[in-house]
């Protein structure tokens, strides 16, 4: 008995360490792979983050953040949010929801409920103001949908490294967009969802610096994170 304990041991600890070398010496392509099938066939998806711009321009440098919030229940259940400072303590908020049978968004510039043909129109209106965050993820979750995906369309993928943020371990890797960018991306090693987007833009007269950063969650409950809840008309978005 003391001898197949001890055999069954070592078939474990081999196991296991036959599982971590493969886990180290998965390719780029095996990562994204592993990433873009956790993101479509989940059961539900909730994230908080945030996307902080530096324009480094030739009279100075300041800093723009957009912290956003994303939840889903699949098939159609969703509620994406974008807010951007507006004054020292106010807010620009943008809402875009759907529901079993229609789809609605909210915008504190053009305050009023608005109902788009559907959700992708919605998703591709605000990706300019929300820096991309109203498009990454959810066409991840949604990937039926007919908007393209800047994750998705990388090439020349590389795994550059592992690195550890907030305590867990990640992958690090590297791809080019179609603008011949570097984009440089975290995935985390466990749970195989992205945490950390960074890209530097070079323009005629200044350059950009955008980390999007999300603190994601799949198959947990989104409840009291799906209801449309728009500001009350005439309220402030705090």
């Known amino acids: 008995m003391r001898l197949l304990s001890t055999l069954g041991l070592v078939t474990f600890l081999s196991v296991g ?4 070398a493969q886990g180290q010496s998965l390719s780029a392509q095996q990562i994204m792979d592993r990433t873009l099938s956790v993101y479509a066939t989940c059961h539900s998806y909730v994230d908080e983050g945030e996307v902080r711009t530096i324009f480094q321009q030739p009279n100075g440098r300041r800093t723009v953040s957009k912290p956003f919030s994303t939840a889903f229940v699949r098939p159609s259940d969703f509620r994406f949010e974008y807010k951007e400072r507006r004054g020292e303590d106010e807010w620009n908020s943008y809402i875009i ?8 968004t909210w ?3 053009k305050p009023g409920v608005q109902t788009p043909p559907n959700l992708s129109f919605a998703l591709g ?3 300019g103001v929300s820096s991309g965050s109203s498009a990454t993820v959810p066409t991840l979750l949604m990937p039926e949908m007919t908007m393209g995906n800047r994750i998705k369309s990388l090439s020349e993928l590389r795994l550059i490294g592992e690195e550890e943020l907030n305590g867990r371990n990640a992958y690090k890797m590297e791809g080019t967009d179609f603008r011949n960018n570097t984009v440089t991306l975290w995935v985390d090693s466990a749970s195989m969802l992205i945490v950390k987007i960074f890209q530097k833009t070079r323009f005629d ?3 950009t610096e955008t980390t999007t950063t999300y603190k994601p969650q799949v198959n947990v409950s989104a409840q009291g994170k799906l209801a449309f809840n728009p500001p009350e008309s005439g309220k402030k978005s705090l």
């Open 17 to 20: 360490a036959a599982y971590s």
């Open 107 to 109: 915008w504190s510039i």
């Open 125 to 127: 209106a605000a990706a």
């Open 97 to 104: 929801w759907q529901g079993p049978e229609s789809v609605k």
């Open 205 to 207: 007269t200044f350059e």
